[in-house]
């Protein structure tokens, strides 16, 4: 091992110790910020709290984050067991057909998977509205399911070329059709690529904040995301309350994230196939 | 237990024939193994019978039934895979009694299958455990037991050993033979391991580019090849060819030269007189020699066959020795050497070393004589005093 190389090793350390202390260190001043009064937030914006109470987390509280909370859970777990469930079983189809056709269906699929959301938001908004779908939570979560769905087919779909097809042959002769085994030998064993592909959706739909902004105006509907916004509208003054909503919702995906990365950093790997 | 039939099977990948009009009788409780190099055909022809491969035309029945258009699982068939397929999410026990499960089989009867699949394969407690904790024989056992427990009309195979290592797979051929003998299952099993051929089948299949190239008993076809290609493929050491010339033709022998050979080869005829056809002076033969039909090369009467060379290589098994002989002006062509050297099996111990001069002589009793096209023009005398006079 040269010196060459160990310094080639010091500068990739040194540069990602740099980039995460970036990440990092707004996120521990947004924590210890939701510790603090109204008084040292302004006083000594960059210091500790006197002392950590809770107080700025039950004035976030009180305003209703719970309610957005929720909403988000509920908007995140539909959303992720729409998209998994749809394109695991379109996945198993498309990489299991020899129809020339359904090759066509996957590469529109992928080019799906290209269509920014900004560019088709006015027609959705108008589909949306004209459902009678406005402020409700399908009102996102189908659209969150239909971008989700696209890469978690491209996904599961490099999952099944690898799966081992004699499995499912053995499935075949021991009495399954294609329902059967998918259902009984195939999803079983996707767990690790179930896992990658749901934390990878549910992290992007947990801060989703554009269609969320446009579809969902009343507090009642709210996502965290919007909701957060909403009490910053409230307490033009209470930082400190803004800081503690802000972790309340950054908590959640985070502790999953952490729990999770795992699986996440596979996923992304597996684009590499 | 039922018999299977393959009639006029023919299989295309495009333009790619797999499998160009095979047809096969296998009695019920017979055990055949189909055997080929890779990409004759086995594991298609062994996969169409189970239905995981569609045919181009021809039909497929056991006991008489057609089951070509016949769903996989409605065939009466169950296959042991070369991978195991076991089911990694599901136990011994799930993974044996799946079938019946999803047949809709109550549980006591699954249970019931399931117990005594696995006390025919000695794996009763192995039950609970996940393919993931078993060993790689453990795994083939539960494989089998697999199969088993669906009490199939016949069993497929599908290089089942190829994953073993050698010890065991030693081990599984014994265990295999057992259980055919107990089950009394009609069982085809495919293989590209000529000794598991030779060992376990009831009758062996040599298949090449499609087609069958021989059909028959282990000993038939190890005596009796009717092609070079089968002479070839069973046995190991491959047997020696030797290109040689047709000198004369006389009543009982056929004299030959071949470079490198003091005097004529003089091969008696008992067999098969009449493959001599349009063969006269000239016309260029393969002569084929097992590795045991060698002689020591200064016993009496075989002087004229003899051949001078050097050690090449010599392999110690014990009670027996092969040699690789370099002969000199005597190659052997299409070996398992590319040096064409003989292979020579003796059946004692030899301190043979690398480089040592040694003598053998062919024994023209024991030679093949192969025709320009590879069929078998002379079988030789008695093709099973070979062992005791390779001495």
Known sequence: ?273 | MASLQIRNLIKDYGSFKAIRDVSLEVPSGEFVVMVGPSGCGKSTLLRSIAGLESITSGEISIDGRDISKVEPFDRGVAMVFQNYALYPHMTVRQNMGFALKIGGASKVDVEKAVQRAAGILRIENQLDKKPKSLSGGQKQRVAIGRAITRSPDVFLFDEPLSNLDAALRSQMRVELGRLHAELGATMVYVTHDQTEAMTMASRIVVLRDGIIEQVGAPLELYNFPATRFVAGFLGSPRMNFIKATVHTIDNDHLHLEAAGLAGRLRVPLLHADNALDGMQSGTDVIVGVRPEGFVDGDVEGYRDWRIEGQVAVVESLGRDTLLYLNGGGIKAFDSESHEGYLAIHRTRQLQAVHGQQLQVAIDPGAAYVFDASGKTCVFPLAPNHLLAGAA
């Open chain 1, 1 to 273: 091992m040269g010196s060459r190389f160990r310094w080639v090793q010091v500068l990739l350390y040194g540069f990602v110790s740099l980039w995460s202390l970036f990440v990092l260190l707004p996120t521990a001043w947004m924590v210890i910020g939701a510790f603090k009064t109204k008084r040292e937030f302004f006083l000594d914006p960059l210091g500790m709290p006197a002392s950590f109470d809770f107080d700025a987390f039950e004035r976030a509280w009180g305003t209703g984050v719970g309610g957005f909370l929720l909403n988000s859970m509920f908007v995140t777990a539909l959303s992720v067991l729409v998209i998994v469930v749809v394109s695991a079983m379109a996945a198993y189809v498309l990489a299991r057909t020899d129809n020339r056709w359904m090759r066509l269906v996957y590469l529109v699929i992928v080019a799906g998977f290209a269509v920014p959301v900004q560019a088709v938001i006015i027609p959705l908004f108008q589909m949306v509205s004209g459902a009678g779908m406005l402020n409700s939570l399908f009102a996102i979560v189908l659209p969150y399911a239909a971008y989700g769905i696209p890469f978690t087919i491209i996904l599961f779909y490099a999952f099944f070329l690898d799966f081992p097809r004699e499995l499912e042959e053995a499935a075949l002769l021991d009495g399954c059709r294609p329902v059967k085994t998918f259902f009984h030998i195939v999803l079983p064993l996707m767990g690790p690529a179930v896992a990658s592909a749901a934390i990878f959706q549910a992290v992007f739909i947990w801060n989703e904040f554009l269609l969320a902004l446009l579809m969902l105006t009343k507090p009642a509907v709210k996502t965290l995301t919007v909701g957060i916004l909403q009490l910053g509208g409230e307490f033009t003054s209470d930082w400190a309350a803004i800081m503690a909503g802000l972790s309340i919702a950054v908590l959640p995906i985070l502790t999953v994230f952490i729990l999770a990365q795992k699986y996440f950093v596979r996923s992304l790997a597996g684009l590499g196939k």
